[in-house]
């Protein structure tokens, strides 16, 4: 086994050799090296805390690193607290290089990392690791740069991102050779996949080679989906020279896909054939690159086994409607600027919407059996959880779920696991949740059912992502209830742990679909009904299309010009007057791209402070970035951040003290505000801190709001961040921020 380890390790390291700069070689590690190491990070300046996270709030786009000069990005870690649900979905991931405006990588976080969905889970493979239930995430692919290289996170989501913890480990080379190429990475989905065509991975022109794919399946029909063949395309054929034999096969698996992480290829998440049921497999083509020199079209098949109403048979191989999604990944030569822009927010997720239901709040109408019911604050993170104390086997809770519009809903229980946990079945109201009567057609077994949700783990984690199971429901109140049926024999006790409940709005299924299958050349397409927005023109060109695009395209064009951050000032008019549109998704993507043009539209102002009173929080907390980003030239805006303060949501007021912190000296008229904070004791740590910072960035100044932060540091001591803001303020120590 030994000798088997050293001979994989040789292995990397030759396949290696054509990307990484240096080589490798049996030697290698003792070879002296042409380059310097240093790493961007999270870390802050107050050395004495141990706060080294970023906060990231709603529509916010944070910088991970801007590298100057030649290098090679060779690492990169991080690991995030958030409580929204499909998060990993709702951040996206970018890589610029060389000043490009358009990323070269453009994925979702989590699926950049091999997980799809939306979903934390581990995976153990040598380009991509996620350990700690998926909470820490590591990339190994190397990204060359020969001028600058600039890595980014943006939150797509409504809700703040109250911990962003990252490592970028990078080389710094004097030049690259001619013939390095830049690593790529791209994110696409259809839902459904098409009809009559092939589910596309990448088309691009250019020279390179294909490196990876991470597939995302969620099942809109029972039975085995993945009897499609992969298909790979190279400099224009027309028959692909790659030709699979099925989508396991693909994955280097057979009969089936199930739970599995290997050095090459994987499944983190494999949940059988129901309705309902996801995948996420990766296959990394490291030791199989696929060369192109003129243009590549990588895909699959989108067939498998099909069923009739009563589970029977109906083909063995057929066209399938199921919900497809993917990121590519490939090495270039040159910056790829020819894709389409992938699909915002919340579109991404698996029914493209969700509603975050914070049943905390519902534990007055909670009822039990053989058990008690609680909330239990701040369990893990920023994580709150309604908590059964279990007396044992059929130990339950029932928690009222109100439903607005009558419809078919996939509910998704967000359920913590703990070293005290038992298992437990779901209920919607008194009926077993996720059993299906009949049988896939792959299979003489009737699917098993009810599901049972196994919770013990030796550590406290929330929370698990679990599908309950698609589900008719009634407009008005029904009752989820989990019922305990045993536990695991480590497990000291039988308790249960929910952190939120999430209803998907799940659209008519189309179940059957007329029989296509073709080896003719594929047909790129987007999944817009308007069509995609492609990337890589002249700012000139978004602004001519803004006046006869579509309206479903206005704020996917507004955000691409954002894109171009301060060479994007001339089309400030432009986006100002999109500020007042009927449209929430309009407006929001106008102020997005004021925020990151920055300093250089303050003519922008009026409709930045008309937005800081919008009806919804999303546009409010977009209009204190946009003054933040604008700076101290933003200071006719004071009065009406410092009202911010009291916004009723969260990530609003952190924005707004950030804003004011942005402004300095200049924003003293809110120091009053600032320190009202910091007296209520019903705020969050979050705003608490945003306040502190806003109060040492304003100086002396702030005078008024010693006494509240000489409360504060009697209390948590002389290296606090109280007691550095007092310094500051009291001209005893020199503003450092960075």
Partial sequence: ??????????????SAQEVVPGGGDPLDMARLKNYSSARATSSNRFVASNDDSKRIKPGETLVMADLKGAGMISHIWLTVADNEFGWPRLLRFRVYYDGHKTPSVDAPLGDFFGVGHGAERNLESLMIRDSSQGRARNSYW??????SCRITVTNEGHRLVPMFYYHVDYRKYASLPSDIAYFHAYYRQERPARK?????????????????????????????????????????????QILGTGSEDYFNDAWGLRDSSGPWTGTPIAEGERLGSRLTGYRWHVPDPIPFTKSIWAGIEHSGWTANPDGSVRSGFEERSDYFSSVAFWYQKGVNE????????????????????????????????????????EVDWAKDLLYLAADGIGARINIPIDISEAGMYELVGLIAQAPDYGDYTALMDGEPMNVDPRKAATSEIPFPGPEIYYNYLPEVYVAKDRALGMVNLTRGRHTLSF?????????????????????????????????????????????????????????????????????????????????????????????DSFLSDDSTDIRAAAISSLAKIGADNPSGIPGLIKGLSDSDATIRGLSALALKSIGPNAAAATTQLAQ??????????????EALGAIGPAASAATPALAARLSDKNEGRLVSRTAMEALGRIGPHAQAALPALKEIAEKTGPESIAAQTIRLIEGKEVPTYY
Wanted: proline share 7%; glycine share 8%; net charge negative.
């Fill in 644 to 657: 911010s303060l009291s916004d009723p949501v969260e990530s609003v007021r952190v924005a707004a003290g």
């Fill in 1 to 14: 086994m030994r000798l088997a380890l050293i001979f994989l390790l040789f292995s990397v390291l030759a």
């Fill in 338 to 377: 020819e894709l389409p822009e992938p699909p915002y927010g919340y579109d991404r997720l698996p029914f493209g919407n969700a509603t975050q239901l914070v049943i905390q709040n519902a534990i007055n109408d909670v009822t039990t059996d053989k058990g008690k019911a609680s909330v239990q604050k």
């Fill in 142 to 147: 190397v990204m060359p740069y020969r001028k």
């Fill in 483 to 575: 019922v305990c049926t045993g536990k695991d024999p480590h497990s000291v006790g039988y308790n249960f742990g929910l952190n939120d409940v999430v209803l998907e709005k799940v659209p008519p299924l189309v179940e059957e679909v007329d029989q296509v299958r073709t080896d003719e050349a594929p047909v790129s397409a987007n999944s817009s009904n308007a069509g995609p927005i492609y990337r890589g023109h002249p700012l000139s060109y978004y602004l001519a299309k803004l006046s006869s695009a579509p309206r479903e395209q206005k704020a996917s064009i507004l955000r691409a010009i954002g894109e171009f951050t301060s060479d994007g000032a001339p089309a400030i008019q432009s986006l």
């Fill in 196 to 240: 009559g065509h092939n589910y596309e991975f990448l088309s691009v022109h250019g020279s390179g080679h294909y490196v990876g794919t991470v597939l995302s399946v969620v099942q809109t029909q029972v039975s085995w989906f993945g009897e499609g063949d992969d298909l790979f395309y190279i400099d224009g054929a027309t028959k692909p």
